[in-house]
């Protein structure tokens, strides 16, 4: 038995949750959560924690070079961010560009898209 402590991430209010894992790696028991939220989030960060990504990539506007803040509309496996960073650091935006656009689709995974936080026109 393997118990792993975390505190949930999904909402300010920072509930501390115990997940036990057996000797096979399944989990046995989740303690401590408040809603299912917490609970899924719980399960997946000691299965398969994802991260969704936030950064900024410049912009080329009429005024110049800009930073453009993005994120990806998914979480994406954490072990694979070092991968992301690379390719975001990598991509440059032309103007206009609005909330929400998609800027890469199918980003690492597939389903999961990079997409612009800020309007430049
Ligand atoms: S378990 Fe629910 S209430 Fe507690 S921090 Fe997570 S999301 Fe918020």
Known sequence: MTTKELTC???PAGCR???TLNDAGAIETIEGYTCLRG???AANEV???VRTLTSTVPVM???G???LPVRTDAGIPRE???EAMKIVRATTVKAP???GDVLIADFIEPGTNLIACKDFE
């Open 9 to 11: 991430v999904v909402c």
């Open 17 to 19: 949750i115990t997940v």
């Open 39 to 41: 609970k899924t989030y």
């Open 47 to 49: 299965t398969h924690p």
């Open 61 to 63: 506007t009429a005024e």
């Open 65 to 67: 070079k800009k930073l």
């Open 80 to 82: 694979k961010l070092f």
């Open 97 to 99: 560009v609005h909330t």
